[in-house]
């Protein structure tokens, strides 16, 4: 009877601690589940961060590699002072032109417009349109110099243009038995600064034996570009020494050229910017060098420009900055920082 | 063990109403907690596309707007204006719930332009309105042109932002279903570890209540198996609920079985002793009795009186008187002197003989009286007065009513066996066999006329000799009767 009642009361220890155990598994497993629950709710929940400006900034070409470092370099300086840059007209199901997404920052009320800009008379107006509203507008690469813009941030063309033509020089020291010839391509669109680009380049190689020859490039829409250089260079009764390209497109539509066509080693390449088949093609020789842009030099001066001029009114805005540059060759590839930690140059 | 004690202390009722609860109250959290789970998922898939469908009235409501401008500047309809005013508000208070802020989030940002190019829509809309009513055709031409960009790029931009929010919001969505099967597996896990729970806890919490009468039940068994109490410890007593009570009284009404028992064998003990001591006092007041009637008749005065009528019937010459009072005088003469317990056997057949010589001179010698007698066990010691009873009776009873000279009284004295037999046997009308086994059993009463001899003499014998059957009747109808006592042989003093 003893061992009987004994055994019972093992039994039903035995019961209560299961019940316990399940009982914590199951508050265990409650927890878990909830946190569970909430990590994907977590996920769900996006996280952003709020600035106290915006500004806009409008490329002539918002889907080329250069805007893309360009618009980059701004986001990550334009963070760091408390203001965000949008990339006005990305992520809409139309492509609208610059004028539209001019427009729609104006529209948009924005803080100040960072454009590209042209000499175009629609541009001036907009600029203007943009001013009216109480928006100031930095030109950026390429100015309109009769609106009313606060400053222009870009590169001395003409001293772009002298890089290149030291480039030439040297590459026409190399081999002196016969002159030189360049092709430059310059954009089909009346554009400031590539006439400057190409003036420099002439005063440059002027008594140097070098053979300038110059082709417009239609880079009105991407793809374009990329047929109209092959038509171009297909065009060519020879194949000159050296192709001067003055935009990334175009330089990577003319490294493919070369490559499609095995003229690795006969043409040489000047190219514009530091996209990475830009910098691959260096390395393997089918680009002597290329001039790319100080994003991040480019950034602060655009940014700081707008602050300023949000933070004290326009008299206290420098009319131009010099945006700087640096010409990137064999030599100096490795030591080159295409994400541009580097400010120098 | 405090709540395992507590819990016992609690009323049976109460602890199935504890049982039914506790399982209850589980199955109700674990309905409660799924039921909460599936509502939360349910509010969060509806909200999910919640942003999709405001921004789509948005949409409708600008473009109604728009389209209610258009109205009003093409013929000044009033219908227009009035559909312009009423999509004007409900965009005014749409625009309240959209994002105002600048942030780096895609669709937060674009939320922001959305409001502010409808602020710039509204506003240039107005001006629009303002300059159709000052009638200056150009301005409100290059308004209404402005106000129809601008209200493309928002449609754009809505519809950008829409799709935007219906990727986001599918993977939202896709995340929800996905919790919505954990939180469908979890509830399952849950009933299921519930229901286990519950039927465990169903176990435990009965058997508490069961147990301690299955203990009761076995001791019951216990009990009965060993035919007595008396030997059975009682039941510890684990619990304060009705079994514990049960129990309890269970164990008390052991102890009062133990306890009545143990007082009846002490009872039956002193009655025993009581009913001995009862009949030694009866024998000891019918000795007092027989002592107090002896002693009632002078002897003294009997025998002088006696005497002197046999020496008067002598001087008279009257020798059968003489005899006769002689006799007599022998009779109780006897009866003074042998007042002690025990006498010679030859003593009680004197005695025997003066009583028929009396009764013979009564009744004019009608009385036959014959003796067969061992002389060897003249010596025997027997109680005294047990022989002269019986003769009576068999006179009084037997012969008495016979024709004079018919009646016969034997007396008989042999060996049997080692025992001295003495048997008193008559030829008179014999006694019924319903008187006889009265006699033997000692029924019959002082009071009751027949017998009275005989018992006295058969209470006697059974005293002297404990209880041994000495003591024998028969008889048969018109036969006679036959009394026979058997004195063990080793038992006399000789």
Known sequence: ??????????????????????????????????????????????????????????????????????????????????????????????????????????????????????????????????????????????????????????????????????????????????????????????????????????????????????????????????????????????????????????????????????????????????????????????????????????????????????????????DYFVADYVLINHGNLDSYDPEGSNEGG | MRVDKFFSNIKISRKLVAVFLATSVIAMCVNLFIYINLNQALDKINSVFSSNISLNELSDNLNKTHQGLTGYLETKGTDDLELYFASYQNVKQMMKLLNSNVTDNNVKLAERDIGKMLDTYLKTADEAVQAKRGRNIDEYTAKYNECTRIKDYLNTYIYSVNNEQFRTNSENYMALVNSLRYTEIMSMLIFAVASVMNVLLIIILTSTITRPLTRLSAKAEEIISAGSPENIEPLEVRSGDEVGKVTMAFNEMLASIKDYIARIRTQLITQSEMKEKNLLMETHLKDAQLKYLQSQINPHFLFNTLNAGAQLAMMEGADRTVEYIRNMADFFRYNVKKSSETVKLSEEIELVDSYMYILNVRFAGEMLFEKDIDESLLNVMVPSMIIQPLVENSIKYGIKDLEPGEGKVTLSVYREDGYACIRVSDNGIGTDEEIIEKIMNHEKKPSETRGVGITNVMSRLDLYYNNKEVFEMKSRKNEGTHVTIKIPLEDTNV
């Open chain 1, 1 to 318: 009877m003893v061992r009987k009642v004994s055994r019972n009361s093992i039994a039903v220890t035995v019961l209560a601690g299961i019940v316990l155990v399940l009982f914590v598994a199951t508050v265990a497993g409650l927890l878990y589940y909830r946190k569970m629950i909430k990590d994907l709710n977590e996920v769900q929940e996006e996280v952003y961060e709020e600035y106290t400006r915006l500004y806009a900034y409008i490329a002539e070409d918002p889907d080329s590699k250069l805007s893309k470092k360009i618009y980059k370099a701004f986001c990550e300086y334009a963070r760091d002072n408390g203001c965000y840059v949008e990339m006005t007209g990305q992520n809409l199901s139309t492509n609208y032109s610059k004028a539209d997404r001019i427009n729609i920052a104006i529209s948009s009320k924005v803080d100040g417009i960072i454009l590209e800009g042209d000499n175009s008379e629609e541009t001036r107006e907009l600029i203007d349109k943009a001013w009216n509203n109480g928006i100031p507008v930095v030109t950026v690469l390429s100015d309109n110099k009769d609106s009313k813009r606060i400053s222009f941030v870009g590169l001395n063309d003409y001293s772009v243009g002298a890089e290149y033509g030291k480039a030439l020089a040297e590459l026409r020291a190399r081999d002196n038995k016969q002159p030189l010839t360049a092709l430059i391509l310059l954009d089909a669109e009346e554009r400031n600064y590539d006439d400057m680009i190409h003036t420099a380049i002439i005063q440059e190689a002027s008594g140097r034996y070098i053979n300038l020859s110059s082709e417009k490039v239609n880079t009105s829409t991407p793809f374009a570009s990329e047929e109209d250089v092959m038509n171009k260079l297909d065009a060519l009764t020879s194949m000159p020494d050296v192709i001067i390209c003055l935009n990334d497109r175009t330089t990577e539509s003319v490294i493919q050229y070369i490559v499609d066509k095995n003229l690795v080693g006969k043409t040489t390449i000047l190219g514009y910017s530091d996209t990475e088949t830009i910098l691959k093609a260096i390395n393997k020789g089918s680009v002597y060098a290329t001039v790319a842009i100080e994003a991040n030099v480019l950034a602060r001066q655009c940014v700081d420009a707008l602050n300023e001029y949000n933070n004290n009114n326009a008299e206290y805005v420098s």
